[in-house]
């Protein structure tokens, strides 16, 4: 695998491991780790952030909740919300199995490119002459599953045929169109898109069952009622699908979330973060900001639901995380992007909602005609949507516009810096850990290609006794 590969692995993991810990700083994780201690089962695998030890299927349950509660993890190509999901059933597996380092970062790469090659060549989303995008009314996350049973199995180191019965198996776990229920029908729950734990715990179910001689569909990837109606894709395009398999990593073009949000609405806190840091704007200054997108991004149901924020009587965390208005509000304010965001504090804040007033959205005129004339794969259709602002202060107007999503490694004008990657692991993690082991944790995922037991790494995951 080549050493640019590992390295952005290694970005990846500790970056997934962040948004755990930053999980498990806010209420919500808590009452997900209280469902773990409910599970139990043999103490064989770590609970990031409280340190407890369960049964390696019920860890990869807590973690991968724990990683997706704040929306920080990451997506690919402001389409498809893999997450952590390659690396959290590798990592309660590998505290099972004794797993080295390098074996955790093999099966998160290849868990990882698996998720990403059928997210997109299954995507629900086709580029429209005439409506500018056809939207699938039967979407769904199951690509997730098969990452986490890749995960998993690699880890237990399954030989072809228990492979293939873990993937034929793991299909049978995976969830029907609740992406589509979820956009189309607020208002939205603390399940949101898909249960990023229960896909980890789907995985590790279904190795465990290989493991033990189940036998599954050996066709599950085959025809129109296989992995494309899993997915409720329109069509599958085979053909990239397997294109290039380990030449092409898709990890390498990984999207790094700066914001605990959806992706849809990072180019938006961009531009407005940089207009008040260039023009010393402080939240007192602005009269109203105006932000124009892609539609798909503030007229889906849910979206327009969690928008009207100022009115909503529940604000709570699922709602705040669809809410372009709220993001705006937070960045004005300049609330630090992580567990910040999602504080009981911050959430029913008076003044965040007075702020949520001023802002606006709509449609950017070059939206539907780029996805209209789009000649690329379906799959990447929304990887640059055109997003423009206008702030009107009490120190003037300020306009600015990007087709950059803050984070996206494929693209240089966006991709963060590892630098950056560190700085946000530093602040999610320092909700629950303490400075020297955050600075520990950090160099051995540095150098976790040498670790010989990941049991090193996951004994830092929680404070120290």
Known sequence: ??????????????????????????????RVADVGRDLGGKPEATVIGSGDRLHCAHAAYVNGKLGNILDMDETLYNNRHIGGVPLFPALSVGERTGATGKDIILAT????????????????????PVQGVAVSGSAGMGFNTFA???????????????????????????PGAIESKFVFTPPSNFNKYGDMGWFCLSGVMAA????????????????????????????FDYDTFVADLGERWYIMDAG????????????????????????????????????????????????????????????????????????????AYGITPGPEWAQEETLKSPRIAE?????????????????????????KLFSQPPTSIEVIS????????????????????????????????????????????????I???????????IGKLTALLAPLV
């Not at 986490?148 to 995976?174: C, H, P, R, S």
């Not at 160099?443 to 037991?453: E, K, N, S």
């Open 1 to 30: 695998m080549p050493a640019e590969v590992v390295r952005q692995a290694k970005m990846f993991i500790l970056d997934s491991i962040g948004c755990a810990l930053g999980g498990y700083a806010i209420a919500w994780g808590k």
């Open 109 to 128: 790469v290849l868990a990882y490119d698996f998720a990403a090659r059928s997210g997109i060549c299954g995507s629900s989303f086709r580029p429209d």
């Open 148 to 174: 986490a049973a890749i995960a998993a199995g690699k880890t237990f180191k399954l030989d072809k045929e228990q492979m293939i019965n873990a993937l034929g198996t793991v299909a049978y776990f995976a």
């Open 208 to 235: 465990l069952c290989a493991l033990n001689g189940y036998v599954g569909d050996p066709s599950i990837l085959d025809g129109p009622r296989g992995l494309a109606a899993l997915l409720g894709a329109p069509d």
């Open 256 to 331: 790094f979330k700066p914001y605990p949000t959806c992706r849809w609405f990072h180019t938006g806190i961009r531009l407005l973060e940089d207009i008040m840091k260039k023009h010393g704007l402080k939240p007192g200054d602005i009269n109203s900001i105006k932000v124009d997108t892609h539609p798909l991004a503030t007229t889906l149901p849910t979206f327009e639901a969690a928008d009207r924020w100022a009115e909503s009587a529940g604000k709570e965390l699922w709602l705040s995380i669809d809410s372009f208005t709220y993001a705006l509000a937070c960045t």
């Open 355 to 379: 702020m949520t007033k001023k802002i606006t959205h709509g449609e950017h005129p070059d939206a539907m005609r780029m996805t209209a004339a789009w000649s690329g794969h379906p799959g």
């Open 394 to 441: 009490k120190k003037g107007r300020f306009t600015a516009e990007s087709t950059d999503i803050p984070g996206d490694s494929w693209n240089p004008g966006a991709r963060l810096t590892d630098d950056a990657i560190v700085a946000k692991f530093r602040t999610n993690a320092s909700y629950i850990l303490g400075e020297a082991q955050v600075d520990r944790i």
């Open 443 to 453: 160099d051995m995922v540095d150098g976790l290609d040498g670790i010989r037991d």
